[in-house]
């Protein structure tokens, strides 16, 4: 239970540190809970990843995909869904 424990405080700190910034004595203890959870690295790694998409995102200018793309694109989910069948 105390893994359990650490890893919702550490993604928490995760999380808290790419909003505004933890303390020094939190940022030792998330990098001290890191070093040996792996699953706390990826989920650092992928927080880091969605919140830097959703930037981009929020500056992103709406674009549109012309007809034949999208008619490509149809075609190949076509595929890929019989394959599966």
Do not use: P, W
């Not at 004595?25 to 792996?38: D, K, P, V, W």
């Amino acid at each position: 239970m105390k893994i359990i424990s650490n890893c919702k405080r550490a993604t928490f700190l995760i999380e808290k540190k790419q909003i505004g910034g933890i303390t020094m004595r939190y940022e030792m203890a998330l990098q001290l809970h890191l070093a040996c959870c792996s699953l706390c690295r990826v989920y650092e790694q992928q927080s880091i990843m969605i919140d830097q998409l959703v930037h981009e995102l929020q500056f992103m200018q709406t674009k549109q995909l012309d007809d034949d793309l999208k008619k490509e694109m149809q075609k190949l989910i076509t595929v890929s869904l019989e394959k599966i069948k």
